[in-house]
């Protein structure tokens, strides 16, 4: 009895009536009804959830930017969920109506943005009360579990799109903010260039004063050595002393206004110090802003990981990841440039404060100064009055006016000290003043000043500094082609599983002929294959026309199709074959098993450890790759593999049956009688 004829004979059984062949149509097409509908049914759900009814609330009263302008950021949110038509919105007036819709099933679910959104948007702006926009979502899980994991995803990525623009927003304040200190310190700049160029005309006159100080003394002394000659030349001395009077007179009117002038200076000096101490407040207040800025978006990183984490989307190493690449992001960021650069400025600024308070303390003392130096001119001036009246009364008293000459000499001598350090005071004020200049001139020009390009640019980096580009090797075009491959394999496996509910094993004519074990093994195995390869072939057939599978190795496809059939064909009738009725029970548990392990849904990386061994033992799980890489179109080089797995796995379910051929061949009460039949 040859193999062909142990497998014609049991198709002829199979065939023999209308009944036995409707049989095998219809266990021909049972992965149809399974793998193929199936797909059919769910090949695009994400296409179709415009059809779902989603309850919008819309409460946002608005609010008023720093700069004036109004944001209407609730109205934005809606028009652009509206305009997107991911789902059916329906407008709803109050948040108890589209909870109430939501409870009943009217509503999907509900999304509802409050008043105070667009408000908190821009709270931000003030340190005292910033505030998070929430956007609340409602959803039942009774209307359907999957769902709030779609809706989870969609407010996702409306937060992301609305916490960019609110950022870009953010970024550019804050960069007009160092544009405005730039601008304010080149004109702090411009003003102590002016102040050091009047100091240096205040320098100027004060070397004349002291050279014309030097020349009274020195005529001071000719005067008191002239005074010993006064016997010989009185009225000679009346005329000099009448024309010194003069000079000193015009002396002291015009040095009247020269406490004033210097009190204003130093009042000017200490304006200086005072605004630049201000600014150094300033610009502190902005480097520790940056900071509390930094922090905050570190913290933000921090809350959002806690909750990824406790939602399950993210392993607690994962959120450390994220949080490592955020402070390494955050570090090399335009943002930490632009702190450190405020940082030291910060520095620049304090020294500049602090010179400008020195600058203020020499003015105030050269003003301190002025009120002696009025006093002794107007002291030479009435020393000159006497000594006009002394040559007057010359011949009267010429030693009186000896008298009167030395202490003329000796005020003379005090003015020109007094006027020496008059043109020092004022020469280190011309030169505090020009360094003032140019330290704020220098701290001007490393304050950023970014244009409005530029700004623009920051601003977008600042709000989103990380990008991700995806780049799909191998993509599958819908929810439905992505399921296909763990279906598809599924499908055949309960397809053969069905076909021994109707087709023997091994037939009982053959155990009593005398034809070798493995010829009745391969014959009761050969229509069990025969009848999976059509059912793999329509089943792939349907999937690509039918349904558009449209796989990127299609004769791959089915020949891997064909070679999972054999092997599971071969497992399947091995099994039943060895154990009999509880081979079922075992092939049905393997189905299970399989189901759970495959990786047809979630990785089978995340599934218990047990089930790893359990994927790694039998065949589904690697057909369900295998049509992956042949679908989508990834690497090729683990397909041959595959096919001598499968090669392997037919090879043991033959020697299962040829080991059942020789169990059976020996009959027993049980065998005539079994215990249990399915």
Do not use: C
């Not at 003032?436 to 409005?452: M, R, T, Y």
């Not at 999976?532 to 791959?556: E, K, M, R, W």
């Not at 790694?616 to 679908?631: A, N, S």
Request: no cysteine; charged share 15%; hydrophobic share 45%.
């Amino acid at each position: 009895m040859t193999v062909l004829r142990l497998a014609r004979s049991e198709l002829k059984r199979m065939t023999g009536g209308l009944l036995p062949k409707l049989t095998i149509l219809a266990l021909t097409m049972v992965p149809l009804l399974y793998g193929a509908v199936y797909l059919y049914a769910n090949w695009d759900p994400y296409g179709h959830l415009n059809n779902l009814d989603a309850a919008l609330v819309v409460e946002d009263s608005g609010a008023t930017n720093a700069d004036g302008t109004r944001l209407e950021a609730g109205a934005k949110v809606a028009d652009s969920l509206v305009e997107g038509n991911v789902f059916h919105w329906v407008p709803v007036e109050s948040s108890t109506e589209a909870d109430a819709g939501v409870s009943s099933g009217q509503y999907a679910f509900a999304l509802k943005i409050p008043k105070d959104f667009s408000a908190n948007l821009v709270s931000p702006g003030s340190f005292d009360s910033a505030s998070q926009a929430m956007l609340n979502v409602t959803t039942n899980d009774a209307n359907n579990y999957l769902l709030s994991t779609i809706v989870d995803k969609l407010t996702t990525a409306v937060h992301t799109t609305v916490a960019k623009e609110v950022g870009e927003e953010t970024a550019n304040q804050l960069l007009t903010g160092f544009g405005t200190i730039h601008s304010k310190m080149v004109q702090a700049a411009d003003g102590a260039s002016q102040l050091a160029d009047g100091v240096a005309t205040l320098r100027d006159g004060t070397v004349t004063l002291h050279e014309g100080t030097s020349a009274l003394s020195s005529g001071a002394d000719q005067l008191y050595a002239g005074q010993l000659k006064l016997r010989d030349g009185a009225n000679q001395l009346t005329d000099g002393a009448g024309q010194l009077s003069s000079g000193l007179a015009v002396l002291k009117d015009k040095t009247a206004t020269l406490p004033t002038d210097t009190q204003t200076l130093a009042s000017g000096a200490a304006q200086v110090a005072a605004g630049n101490a201000q600014l150094n407040t300033k610009v502190q207040d902005v480097a520790a802003q940056l900071e509390a800025v930094d922090q905050g978006l570190r913290n933000r990183v921090v809350e959002s990981n806690s909750r990824l984490v406790a939602s399950g989307v993210l392993t607690q190493a994962q959120a450390d990841k994220v949080l490592a690449d955020f402070d390494a992001t955050a570090a090399a960021s335009p943002m930490a440039a632009a702190k450190g650069k405020i940082q030291a400025d910060a520095a620049q600024v304090q020294q500049l404060a602090t010179g400008s308070e020195a600058v203020s303390v020499g003015a105030a003392q050269l003003a301190a100064g002025m009120p002696a130096l009025k006093g002794a001119i107007a002291q030479a001036s009435a020393g000159a009055d006497q000594l006009h009246t002394g040559a007057a009364a010359l011949a009267a008293g010429e030693q009186s006016a000896v008298d009167g000459a030395a202490g003329l000499a000796d005020g003379a001598r005090k003015i020109d000290a007094g006027a020496a350090q008059l043109s020092d005071g004022a020469g280190q004020a011309a030169t505090g003043s020009r360094t003032l200049s140019d330290e704020i001139g220098k701290g001007a020009g490393q304050v950023p000043n970014p244009d409005d390009a530029q700004k623009s640019n920051l601003s977008q980096v600042m709000a989103d500094p990380v990008a991700v580009s995806n780049v799909s090797q191998a993509k599958a075009g819908s929810y439905g082609a992505g399921l296909a491959p763990f279906f598809l394999t599924l499908a055949m496996w309960i397809g053969i599983f069905m076909l021994v509910q109707a087709m023997r094993p091994i037939t009982q004519r053959a155990l009593a002929s005398n034809a070798p074990s493995w010829k009745i093994a391969l014959g009761g195995w050969l229509p069990f294959f025969l009848v999976s390869v059509v059912q793999a072939s329509l089943l792939t057939l349907v999937a690509d026309l039918a349904l558009g599978l449209n796989p990127a190795h299609p004769v791959l496809m089915w020949l891997l199709m064909l070679a999972a059939a054999m092997a599971f064909s071969a497992l399947i009738q091995g099994i039943v074959a060895l154990l009999g009725s509880p081979g079922k029970l075992v092939v049905l548990i393997l189905l299970v098993l399989q189901l759970v392990s495959s990786g047809g849904t979630f990785p089978w990386q995340t599934t218990p450890e047990p089930l790893h061994v359990v994927h790694q033992i039998l065949p589904m799980g690697y057909v369900v790759t295998g049509m992956r890489h042949l679908v989508y179109g990834g690497d090729l080089s683990m397909i041959a593999p595959t096919f001598v797995g499968l090669l392997g796995y037919t090879v043991l379910g033959a020697a299962m049956s040829t080991l059942a051929v020789r169990k059976n061949k020996y009959w027993t009460l049980k065998t005539l009688k079994p215990e249990i039949a399915v």
